[in-house]
DNA sequence: GTTGTTGCAAATACTTTGCAACTAT
DNA sequence: ATAGTTGCAAAGTATTTGCAACAAC
């Protein structure tokens, strides 16, 4: 999937217009590969050619997480963290106490078993939030 | 293990004093099962004989989440959820889309595999968020 | 030209904090 | 008497929103 057109494609689905704000917020959420606050992408846009505003950096966030584009976490603090959800990408997340690295991992046993807990009270899992707050082992 | 002990107990370990607030607050966590927000917990206190302050609220729900004493809990809104963490009382939470309900569950099997997760990068569980956003299946 | 979008600053929501009055020891 | 605690209201932090100027169609 070309990303540029999913973004128009989400856009036109919405009944919003293509700008060149919107499409400097998706791009600088795809370009890091790190979590970050919205502060922080608006930092990163900031001092670039292509001004926005931090009522447009949470505007776009927000239409771009309705439609999984990207994710939204919750580390606890006051802020959320954003990244860009790519195709066939979903991970968890661990996070090391102690340098607050954040460490991305898969487990298929783990995604089965989280549906089979679901379906034993009579649900099926929509979506899931899993973070494991960890330290190094010496 | 007493609660109105390890109540004077972590107070006396963080060098706090014993006051009717601080017990009040922690009795009203105790009290209700639920999962609730500072400002109920607040408004719960209100009408009662003892009087509170959010400031207090907020102040003494600090000391006993340090302590272990209650649980914060995020469901992404705004707000933290608090509830009481009785002893051997461990669980995750799933939490209905459409209800709104929470429901407590524990599994054996999924703690030993996040440990085992953990393991393989190096790293040792410390804590965990697990919260499984859920449908009721037809 | 019309209607949606932007940026700004004000508003909001939750939580934290400074400080003077108060209370436990 | 002393040092910690409370309540209040002000400050702080992250996010949302109203509105006039502006840009996409």
Redesign the interface.
């Known amino acids: 999937m070309n990303n540029k057109e999913s973004l128009t494609e989400v856009l036109k689905k919405e009944g919003l217009r293509y700008t060149l704000q919107r499409q400097s917020v998706w791009d600088e959420i795809k370009r890091s590969k790190k979590h970050r606050d919205a502060e922080e992408i608006y930092q990163a846009l900031r001092g670039k050619n292509i001004g926005v505003s931090r009522a447009t950096v949470y505007r776009t966030i927000d239409v771009l997480t309705k439609n999984k584009m990207v994710q939204?976490m919750?580390v606890?603090d006051g802020k959320s963290l954003y990244e860009a959800q790519l195709d066939n990408d979903h991970h968890d997340h661990?996070i090391?106490?102690d340098s607050g690295k954040i460490?991305e991992?898969f487990?298929e046993?783990?995604e089965l078993?989280?549906d089979k807990?679901?379906?034993k009270?009579?649900?099926?899992?929509?979506?899931?939030?899993?973070?494991?707050?960890?330290?190094?082992?010496i």
């Open positions: 939204k919750d606890g661990m090391c106490v460490i991992f487990d046993e783990l078993l989280q807990i679901a379906k009270y009579g649900y099926k899992v929509v979506r899931h939030v899993h973070q494991l707050f960890v330290k190094r082992i």
